[in-house]
């Protein structure tokens, strides 16, 4: 009697694969890149938000951003607050919108979320993660 083998040889290499994978675990749901120098860290999500905390209050942050985004030539086209009462700043760049959310912690602490869509469907982390960097480079030089 011969026994069938368990699986197909010619899904060898996908098994193969996805063994080798299987560590990473979660590790895609968070990505960390250290900024210019490795001063600090900027995260970012799988659902296109970018995100940093910074140690200063949210008015400095505020003031921060909006700097850079001048710096970078990007059109702030209002600013409101959300339900939770966080300063929301809309901006728009080419074909980019982009939504900054400052978020107060404490009285010198003030988490920033930005998020930039190109074409309204797509993500663009990169322009976001820039925002995120001039604007503490803003802070420093303040």
Known sequence: MVLAPLFDMRLAPFVILVI??????????????A??????AVSHTMNGITYRTF???????????????AHMG???????????G??????????????????TLSASA?????????????FDSATATE???QTERSLNRA
């Open 20 to 33: 080798a994978l299987a560590p990473a675990g979660c590790a895609p749901l968070a990505i960390t890149a």
């Open 35 to 40: 900024s210019v120098g490795g001063a600090s």
């Open 55 to 69: 140690s200063a209050p949210a008015a400095n942050v505020k003031r921060a951003s909006m700097k850079a985004l």
């Open 74 to 84: 990007i059109k702030v086209t209002g600013t409101s607050r959300d339900d939770a």
């Open 86 to 103: 966080a300063e929301v700043l809309n901006a728009t760049a080419n074909d980019r919108e982009i939504t900054i959310t400052l978020e």
């Open 110 to 122: 003030t988490r920033m979320k930005v998020i930039a869509r190109n074409g309204g469907i797509f």
């Open 131 to 133: 925002i995120i960097v």
